[in-house]
T-cell receptor, first 112, second 114 residues
Framework: GENVEQHPSTLSVQEGDSAVIKCTYS??????FPWYKQELGKRPQLIID???NVGEKKDQRIAVTLNKTAKHFSLHITETQPEDSAVYFC???????????WGAGTKLIIKP | GAGVSQSPSNKVTEKGKDVELRCDPISGHTALYWYRQSLGQGLEFLIYFQGNSAPDKSGLPSDRFSAERTGGSVSTLTIQRTQQEDSAVYLC????????????FGPGTRLTVL
């Protein structure tokens, strides 16, 4: 079955710098790749997603890139701010009627 | 309701007791998921319901865990003979017609087994 690996497990960056979190997946049939953010004590919430028919998607300071050949996708956060501190989860799915397979999560720490 | 709700928000129980956790998904969502999250850890998949299909129970850690979904809406996760290692936050999520739609999470039930 599908396996999603996420790196790093912890990432500490200076406020204002960029952060990149990477995920790899094993099933080439996967075609949907969302990213969720979980703030301390809160529930996970979708922040951005990408489907396999595009290579990049942006939403203000966050972007996701997808390399289908290499089977990896990445979350990019620019101009990091204190409120970006959270745990970020990537996931992959083969689409309708298939569940999401989750990465283990990355704890992002923004240093003031 | 506006979102996924779960009850109770907190549950403290004694080892060996049974507990029931409830999830009310967003109206009309056909997919419902249960996850377990220990402190500082990731999302551990437990069970997945999709419409009228047989649920995917592959994530249930032991036969003490079971779940049902009545009428395609409300779901109950039951843990029998609770153990201390069952202590965690239990999260429920639902999604729309297509399983790869956004998953909306409930606030979770924090279970503490003494």
């Amino acid at each position: 079955g599908e396996n999603v690996e996420q790196h790093p497990s912890t990432l500490s960056v200076q406020e204002g710098d960029s952060a990149v979190i990477k995920c790899t997946y094993s099933d080439s049939a996967s075609n949907y790749f969302p990213w969720y953010k979980q703030e301390l004590g809160k529930r996970p919430q979708l922040i951005i997603d990408i489907r396999s028919n595009v290579g990049e998607k942006k939403d203000q300071r966050i972007a996701v890139t997808l390399n289908k050949t290499a089977k990896h996708f990445s979350l990019h956060i620019t101009e990091t701010q204190p409120e970006d501190s959270a745990v970020y989860f990537c996931a992959a799915s083969k689409g309708s009627n298939y569940q999401l397979i989750w990465g283990a999560g990355t704890k992002l720490i923004i240093k003031p | 309701g506006a979102g996924v709700s779960q009850s109770p928000s907190n549950k403290v129980t004694e080892k060996g007791k049974d507990v029931e956790l409830r999830c009310d998904p967003i109206s009309g969502h056909t997919a419902l998921y249960w996850y377990r999250q220990s402190l500082g850890q990731g999302l551990e998949f437990l069970i997945y319901f999709q419409g009228n299909s047989a649920p995917d129970k592959s994530g249930l850690p032991s036969d003490r865990f079971s779940a049902e979904r009545t009428g395609g809406s409300v779901s109950t996760l039951t843990i029998q003979r609770t153990q201390q290692e069952d202590s965690a936050v239990y999260l429920c999520a639902s999604s729309g017609v297509l399983a790869d739609n956004e998953q909306f999470f409930g606030p979770g039930t924090r279970l503490t087994v003494l």
